[in-house]
């Protein structure tokens, strides 16, 4: 069963949102007398069922090929990304080690992704562009010191990320790998939000990252380290988490660093990310200009 789908989109020049429907999109900003300014705010309103309520029953705005997918959520207060989240991935490191007990994190910023269908940016500093599938969660309700036991309850929805990292660059330095995640346009996000409904929705999605066809990624979240749970809990213990933010869940092993020789993309790869219940997120490459 298709889930609902709610995007962010450019359509004559103006940023709209809309419920994607077969063949299009309906432009909910418009139709609905601005009410909300995008997503981001609906989701502070816990409006996202009304919005799929009310689209449900509206015509197209806008055919396919008449409008642009952008990320989903405008302007989040935070993106935070999760590191080494998949027991394969945390293996790849080859020091030893068991799973650390908390997670790594950092920070992406929003002009570091473009939406579904754009091509990604190889800049010109480096050739080393690489691809990470990513379950992404959006906030929909504030909180500090969140317990696991209501940590779900503070889900909006769901998204897919292309968590695209310029390898090099994040070895660029001994504590951080700020440089190589937030190269302009080197990531993606979308191609939409899908409602939060139910634990059941995210308990085990099988998550597949694929280049030019050839499955590179291929995990379940049943299988992640620290749990949807865990890291709402651990993340809102250091700061307020706000209708809104965006938190991509970790990546599984298969991406192209890990290749003999390594598989860095190039322009004329199609990467797409895959997840039950979410969509296909895809994404070609093109070069820094």
């Not at 309520?53 to 509206?58: E, H, R, T, V």
């Not at 999760?82 to 020091?95: L, S």
């Not at 939406?115 to 959006?138: M, W």
């Not at 991509?248 to 322009?267: E, I, K, M, N, Y």
């Amino acid at each position: 069963m298709t889930q609902p789908q709610l995007c962010t989109f450019l359509a004559d020049g103006e940023v709209r949102y809309g419920l994607v429907r077969p063949g299009g999109v309906v432009d909910l900003g418009s139709r609905l007398g601005k009410r909300w300014s995008g997503l981001r705010e609906a989701i502070a309103d816990a409006a996202l069922n009304r919005l799929v309520d009310a689209g449900s029953a509206l015509p197209l705005d806008f055919s396919e090929g008449e409008f642009r997918f952008l990320p989903p959520i405008e302007a989040p207060e935070k993106i935070i990304c999760v590191g080494v989240n998949y027991p394969d991935r945390n293996e790849e490191y080859r020091d030893g080690q068991t799973a650390p007990g908390n997670p790594s994190l950092f920070v992406r910023f929003p002009g570091s992704f473009v939406g579904h269908e754009t091509p990604l940016t190889r800049p010109k500093a480096s050739p080393q562009l690489d691809y990470e599938g990513e379950i992404v969660f959006v906030i929909g309700k504030q909180g500090r010191h969140i317990s696991e036991s209501n940590a779900l309850g503070h889900i909006a929805a769901l998204s897919l990320a292309n968590e695209g990292t310029i390898r090099d660059w994040a070895r660029h330095a001994k504590f951080n790998v700020t440089q190589g995640k937030n190269f302009d346009g080197t990531g993606s996000i979308g191609p939409w939000i899908v409602p939060y409904t139910s634990e059941s929705q995210l308990a085990d999605i099988r998550l597949t990252t694929r280049v030019n066809g050839e499955i590179r990624q291929d995990d379940r979240t049943s299988r992640m380290i620290f749990s949807f749970r865990r890291l709402i809990n651990y993340i809102s213990t250091f700061t307020t988490l706000v209708p809104g933010d965006v938190i991509l869940s970790g990546t599984p092993t298969g991406a192209g660093a890990r290749f003999d020789p390594p598989r860095w993309l190039v322009p004329g790869d199609i990467i797409e990310i895959d997840a039950d219940g979410i969509g296909v997120l895809r994404n070609g490459v093109t070069d820094e200009t």
